[in-house]
């Protein structure tokens, strides 16, 4: 009897335990559900809260870029008028200018016109034994970009006997390209169409000039030496050492050139430097002879580049950084240019600096290279004032 006693409390004993351990776990469970329904609602109202400011910063931004793109179009309204406005400035600093032209630096008797008559006469004949050409450039009458080729310097220019055009890509190698016209020369991709030219010496610089079908350039080794090659058969015609000590460059703004060839309505000349001035060779287009020689008196010191229209030397000055080129020194190799006549002429601004001026006698044209760009500018010319003057009475 005892030990069903016994029994059936110790079985009532562990079922209450039982119930105890349960009951513990189930109060353990609910304050953990209890504590992550408190995060959860915590995460929705911190949820919320960036939502809302998410959306206000969003507002922000948005209210932010409007006004600054509002602004930005003010801004950009702005600066087209003070480019329009820099423009018409820059127009009309050129009307004053071309009404008002400083002095010249110009190699001529400043009274020229008040000379005798006897004194004139004998300039024309001396300028007729040198040039039969009697025109002056007066102003650019329009430029014309027509694309963008090879390096920042370089040289481009035609041949003012036939149609062909050739390009020089870089200071110095030994590989031109012709091209059979300046249509073929647009339509080419680069030099693609181009006929490849390589000549035997290397070219230096890029004071290069094409007349007759012959290339006139200089090579740097130990003389300078001006070659002449024959475009048509290929072959080096001639060469001669250039008579100059001085390994400066002719002009400043462009060390690469140490001697420019030109060619212009009289044949050809070399401009080259002298000390701090450039100085002006006549020479044998056959032979490559040294048939005259003067000094400019025109400083290398800011010069460019340079070319020459019948007789006349135009020398164009620029700053570094580059602003707008110009021509501020001419000489005449008979000084049968007066000071009043001497042109001041500005060129549009445009990309950088001149590595090259050529000029086109037949077309009246130069054919410059600027920062990579291949630039037509079309010269107006004028008679020499001399040419105009009437007759002496007899």
């Known amino acids: 009897m005892k030990a069903t006693i016994f029994f059936i409390l110790l079985t009532v004993l562990a079922r209450s335990r039982g119930q105890y351990h349960y009951q513990g776990l189930m109060n353990y469970l609910e304050n953990r559900m209890l504590a992550m329904e408190e995060r959860i609602a915590l995460w929705h109202e911190q949820n919320n809260r960036y939502n809302s400011d998410l959306k206000e910063f969003r507002q922000q931004a948005a209210d932010l870029l409007e006004k600054l793109g509002k602004e930005h179009n003010k801004l950009r309204s702005d600066m087209e008028g003070a480019g329009a406005r820099v423009d018409r400035v820059e127009r009309e600093m050129d009307y004053i200018e071309t009404k008002n032209p400083p002095k010249p630096c110009v190699k001529a008797a400043e009274k020229m016109v008040e000379q005798d008559v006897v004194v004139r006469e004998r300039k024309k004949e001396e300028f007729f034994e040198l040039s039969v050409c009697v025109n002056i450039v007066s102003s650019l009458k329009a430029m014309k970009i027509l694309k963008r080729l090879g390096s920042p310097k370089g040289v481009w220019t035609k041949d003012a006997r036939s149609a062909k055009v050739y390009v020089f890509n870089g200071t110095s190698d030994n590989t031109l390209y012709e091209f059979n016209s300046m249509r073929e020369l647009l339509a080419s991709s680069g030099v693609s169409k181009g006929r490849q030219i390589t000549v035997p010496i290397a070219w230096n610089g890029t004071g290069h000039a094409v007349y007759d079908g012959f290339l006139y350039y200089v090579s740097e080794s130990s003389e300078l030496q001006v070659i002449k090659y024959d475009l048509k058969n290929g072959s080096v015609a001639d060469s001669a050492v250039f008579p100059m000590d001085d390994r400066s460059p002719v002009y400043q703004l462009n060390p690469e050139t140490l001697v420019d060839m030109v060619a212009d309505e009289d044949g ?49 000055y620029n700053t570094k950084p580059p602003s707008r080129s110009r021509v501020q020194c001419v000489f005449d190799v008979n000084d049968m240019v007066s000071s009043g006549e001497a042109p001041l002429v500005y060129f549009p601004r445009r990309y950088g600096a001149h590595s090259s001026l050529k000029y086109n006698p037949e077309e009246r044209q130069l054919y410059a290279w600027d920062d990579g760009y291949q630039i037509l500018y079309k010269l107006a010319l004028k008679k020499k004032l001399w040419a105009i003057m009437p007759p002496p009475e007899e």
Do not use: Q
């Open 268 to 316: 050809l000349w070399a401009l080259y430097p002298a000390g701090d001035t450039i100085n002006l060779a006549k020479m044998d287009i056959d032979s490559l002879d040294i048939e005259l020689m003067w000094d400019t008196a025109c400083p290398r010191n800011n010069a460019e580049a340079a070319f020459i229209v019948c007789g006349t030397v135009y020398v164009v």
